[in-house]
């Protein structure tokens, strides 16, 4: 089975622009997961979705950020406008809902924001 | 809202020697989780343990819910070993708090 794929790897922005990042989770997963990594933070949570309803937004993260489910194996998240201080590793997680709840990560999306 | 410590923040060791981390939880949780990560590469679970004891290898986790912490025993440990260890709680709505990680290096 495929595991999480994420794309792309590595995505480079201007400030200001608007990037798109991509996620397809395990499939037959129905919650997923977006997360930022960075070293000073760790990882934090953006947003959570059960079979496509946002269950959590992410509080901080509201204002520029907006993570989509647009079917049950597809979702993205956009950053507009990007900013210097979100340069971080994104990851994306799933995890079938009837548990258990094990959660599994996808490889990432470097994003430097110059 | 729920807070993991995690300890040691990092550990060096020789190769072969035994390690031991640690992850206190300040408040009950439904479940934890222990992934590796590499620098630069994707988190990995190690585990997914409720409670109790489990094993893989020569990694061993212990989970108390009710002291609220968990351990990750790492025996006869190889170069290969070397990364980040985070662990994570799942203290309700299958959501994960996540620990700073300890950083091992096992030297040769």
């Known amino acids: 089975d495929a595991g999480v794929t994420q794309t792309p790897r590595h995505e480079v922005a201007e400030k200001g622009q608007t990037i798109i990042l991509k996620c397809e989770p395990v499939s037959g997963h129905n919650d997923l997961f977006w997360y930022r990594q960075t070293k000073i933070q760790g990882l934090e949570l953006l947003s959570y979705?059960?079979?496509?309803?946002?269950?959590?937004d992410g509080g901080a993260f509201k204002d520029r950020f907006k993570a989509e489910m647009l079917n049950s194996s597809f979702s993205t998240l956009k950053i507009q406008p990007t900013e210097p201080k979100d340069s971080a590793v994104y990851l994306c997680?799933?995890?079938?809902?009837?548990?258990?709840?094990?959660?599994?990560f996808g490889p990432g999306t470097r994003l430097t924001v110059l | 809202g729920q807070q993991v410590q995690q300890s040691p923040a990092s550990l060096v060791l020789q190769e072969g020697e035994n390690a031991e981390l640690q992850c206190n939880f300040s408040t009950s949780l439904n479940s934890m989780q222990w992934f590796y990560q590499r620098p630069g590469g994707s988190l990995v679970s190690l585990f997914y343990n409720p409670s109790g004891t489990k094993h893989s290898g020569r990694l061993t986790s212990t989970t108390v819910i009710k002291e609220r912490r968990s351990s990750l025993h790492i025996s006869s440990s190889q170069t290969t070993d070397s990364g980040t260890y985070l662990c994570a709680s799942d203290s309700g709505y299958n959501k994960l708090t996540f620990g700073k990680g300890t950083v091992l290096l096992v030297s040769p």
């Open positions: 979705f059960r079979s496509k309803s946002l269950m959590e």
């Open positions: 997680a799933s995890s079938f809902p009837g548990g258990p709840y094990e959660q599994y």
